[in-house]
Structure formats: C-alpha cells, structure tokens
C-alpha cells in the first residue's frame, strides 16, 4: 500500500535541488544557457564580500551580485 503525499511549492524546490537531474558539463556553458532563459541577465551587487584565497600568498577580493530579473547569485572579482 502506498501513501500519497501533497507537497508544497517550497518542498518541491527543496526535493529538486537534490542529486539527480541534468547535470551542466561546464560553469560557462550554464551561464549562458542561464542568460538566454533569464533574456539576459541584470546584475547589482547585494553588498555581500568575500576574500577568496588564491595561489599560496595571495587572495582575491570578490563581491555578491544578484539578477534583478531572475534572481540567480553569482560572485565576481574585483
């Protein structure tokens, strides 16, 4: 016997972001697929900052933004 389960939107979202699915060969290839569905992106900063280390001395300096349009987070280097 089995039990059916109405789950809500945020629930749905959660089970989704799990493994499985379609896995995107490559960051650049998903930015622009990204880009083309959002009909390009709108990038402000959130204020948000980080100091990502980088080689063995050195680290760079990136901020948060986020698409106005379709929400999607990215970090870029100064």
């Known amino acids: 016997m089995s039990m059916r389960i109405a789950l809500t939107e945020k629930e749905m979202t959660l089970v989704n972001a799990?493994?499985?699915?379609?896995?995107?060969?490559s960051k650049p290839i998903a930015d622009?697929?990204?880009?083309?569905?959002?009909?390009?992106?709108?990038?402000?900063?959130?204020g948000r900052e980080y100091e990502r280390p980088f080689f063995i001395?050195?680290?760079?300096?990136?901020?948060?933004?986020?698409?106005?349009?379709?929400?999607?987070?990215c970090w870029k280097d100064d």
């Open 18 to 25: 799990g493994k499985g699915g379609i896995d995107i060969p």
């Open 32 to 46: 622009i697929v990204s880009s083309i569905v959002c009909g390009g992106h709108n990038w402000i900063q959130t």
């Open 57 to 73: 001395f050195w680290s760079k300096h990136q901020h948060e933004y986020v698409c106005t349009k379709c929400g999607r987070k």
